[in-house]
């Protein structure tokens, strides 16, 4: 069998891309599957944390998965965060130090995730300078998308991760996926809310709303993660099932996908020109955060 691969952006466009991927392929078993990337001219690298959860389904299909026709512009890349490695082909070092490298994390890996973002995302010289607590507050709202996969997904098939700087573009991009159940099955499941795929994201990123159960706040990553970007100048986009949520310049844009993601992305995408300091408003005036 073989698919045909467009270009893979970060934005709906590339998100349309992959999930097309996935529904070409969403039955196949004990196949041979040749990915043409023929037509990929471009691939942003932090996109590699999907297609990895995608192309990993279908090996847990015990599905024979090769990638074919890249071209080196995009096989240099893809070789330099390790994603290729997967896929018979030699690592190439990354000399200029702009991957964050392409990793799977089993669902008891939290330990190991916690030090993946401490040492490749945290720490990074490209950071806007951020306060003692704010920084906390930003390391735990980055692990509560992992916990998120863990608790709420109900995924066993791991949690897959991805990052890239951009000099020229200045931004640097972190995405997280994973093959859970999605954010609409689970608040349905959990509290019997029926929502479309986009409202179902929109849903749990306010403030806190949570499927969680007792006197446990939740909802408070995503809506530390959104606040800090629209001060930044970034962008996040999640997407889960079929929907698609954007937030940028302090206006969310939500819509739907061509057909269903098999799981939950959260792409970070933090502009690196942003030349201020930022701290919680707790840490001066006692009040809630920045």
């Known amino acids: 069998m073989k698919v045909t691969l467009p270009e893979i952006r970060h934005d709906y466009s590339g998100f349309n891309g992959l999930v097309r991927l996935a ?12 990915v043409d990337m023929a037509a990929t001219t471009w691939f942003d690298a932090d996109m590699c944390a999907a297609f990895g959860a995608i192309l990993h389904r279908l090996g847990e299909g015990l599905n024979t998965v090769n990638l074919i026709n890249l071209r080196p512009g995009v096989e240099k890349i893809l070789s330099k965060n390790g994603f290729l490695s997967h896929y018979g082909r030699e690592r190439i070092p ?29 720490h990074r010289s490209e950071m806007p300078a951020m306060s003692a607590g704010l920084l906390k507050k930003f ?10 996969a863990v608790l709420h997904s109900r ?8 990052g ?26 959990n509290i019997g809310l029926n929502l479309s795929p986009e409202d179902a ?14 006197r446990v706040p939740g909802g408070l990553g995503l809506k530390l993660l959104s ?21 940028e310049n302090k206006r969310t844009i939500t819509a739907p996908l061509s057909q269903p993601f098999p799981g939950t992305v959260v792409t970070v995408e933090i502009n690196t020109a ?10 001066i005036s006692g009040t809630d955060i920045f």
Not at 182 to 187: D, L, P, W
Request: glycine fraction near 6%.
């Open 227 to 247: 606040e800090f970007i629209d001060r930044n100048g970034g962008c996040i986009q999640i997407v889960s099932d079929a929907g698609y949520w954007r937030r």
């Open 274 to 283: 942003d030349t201020n300091s930022y701290k919680l408003a707790s840490e």
């Open 94 to 122: 990354d000399r200029w130090g702009t991957t964050i490298p392409y990793q799977r994390f089993d669902v008891k890996d939290d330990r190991y995730f916690a030090d993946y973002i401490e040492n490749e995302l945290i």
């Open 164 to 189: 890239q700087f951009f000099p020229v573009r200045h931004r640097l991009d972190f995405s997280v996926a994973d093959l859970g159940i999605g954010m609409r099955q689970n608040i349905q499941d």
């Open 155 to 162: 995924t066993e098939q791991g949690i897959f991760s991805c």
């Open 23 to 34: 529904a070409e392929t969403k039955d196949c078993f004990l196949e041979d599957i040749d």
């Open 139 to 148: 390391r735990e709202s980055i692990f509560e998308i992992f916990s998120n």
């Open 201 to 214: 994201i929109d849903w749990a990123t306010q403030g806190r709303n949570t499927t969680k159960r007792g």
